[in-house]
């Protein structure tokens, strides 16, 4: 039997985990289930809208279930029924009980984006540039009951430079996890792989991104605010509060101009950190399109010295 002729269930929701399915699908794997959470009311009308991978399954054809969930003991014993090989997830957004993960002779292999066990959790791009990480990297593993904890299939490592952002870092990463998620199941339904425990003395976790999370601190370093920014560019953006109004900066350099931290600091709204300050390049004002400042400074009034309070 090739790995072709294996029976694949795919699992999974957002956009990025199309590139995943449709990597296995010009790939010729045999993909005999896909699951992904069930159409969400979405638009102004509100109306339930298929999640991508829905709509890829069903234009090309493949077997798709979106249950609510997969503790009902009607959707286990269906998933038997399915006779499946290996099941691949990649973002499905639902838990997967534990009789499901015992129900296939590979079991469940998932594609984290870091080295392992650095950053287990849902934020792990987000966390390596928050943190200044000089690496991080891409890693498959198999489900077991703990997030993240499962034995090692393959790695990969990713140098990260200081002008990356999280849009850049995620692109990278994905297209180093679809090769590496290709030439891993050759490996593994060849029994050439030696799965390798995780030391979960080394764990760290990267927690969901929160709201408070993305508010940016002016006191601290500008080497602290510019990780930041980058950790949420483009989408959902790092923000502060000035003249009681919320704004992202979506990109920025650092300056070597020292003045009082949390304080506009020039004309073109440089604004002071702890050691140096920080130039901001592309801005976003609550309800509009991100600008060049040169563009925000034109329809926003802001003077040197104006502060910018933190926790507001």
């Known amino acids: 039997m090739t790995e072709q002729k294996y029976r694949i269930a795919f699992m999974g929701t957002p956009e990025v985990s199309v590139q995943y399915i449709e990597t296995l699908f010009k790939n010729h794997y045999n993909i ?42 009607k959707e286990f014993e269906h998933f038997k029924l399915l006779n499946i090989d290996l099941a691949i997830v990649v973002g499905y957004g639902n838990l997967i009980p534990e009789n499901f993960l015992k129900q296939s002779i590979f079991g469940f292999i998932n594609i984290h984006f ?19 990480d000089a690496k991080t990297g891409v890693t498959i593993f198999k489900l077991i009951k703990t997030l993240d904890a499962g034995p090692i299939l393959s790695s990969e490592e990713f140098i990260i430079d200081d002008l990356i952002t999280k ?23 060849a029994n050439k792989i030696s799965l390798q425990e995780q030391d979960s003395q080394n764990q760290s976790y990267a927690p969901k991104i929160t709201t ?16 930041q920014i980058r950790a949420f560019s483009p989408s959902p953006g790092a923000w502060f509060v000035l003249n009681n109004e919320r704004i992202k900066i979506i990109s920025c350099f650092i300056n070597n101009q020292k003045g009082e931290s949390s304080t506009v600091l020039s004309e073109n709204f440089l604004i002071g950190c702890s050691d140096q300050s920080i130039q901001p390049l592309v801005i976003q004002r609550e309800g509009k399109q991100s600008m060049k400042v040169e563009e925000f400074l034109r329809g926003f009034s802001v003077k040197i010295g104006d502060k910018i309070r933190y926790n507001v």
């Open 32 to 73: 005999v289930a896909v699951y992904s959470q069930p159409a969400r009311p979405k638009g102004r009308g509100m109306r339930p809208q298929p999640s991508p991978v829905q709509v890829f399954a069903e234009k090309k054809n493949l077997p798709f279930f979106a249950p609510i969930s997969l503790s009902d003991k």
């Open 167 to 189: 849009q850049e870092l995620e692109s990278k990463l994905n297209l180093i996890g679809k090769n590496l998620l290709i030439k891993t199941l050759v490996n593994y339904f």
């Open 114 to 132: 870091s080295l392992l066990p650095k950053w287990r959790g849902a934020s792990p791009i987000e966390h390596a540039l928050l943190n200044s």
């Open 212 to 227: 408070h999370v993305r508010q940016i601190d002016f006191s601290q370093t500008a080497k602290k605010v510019s990780n």
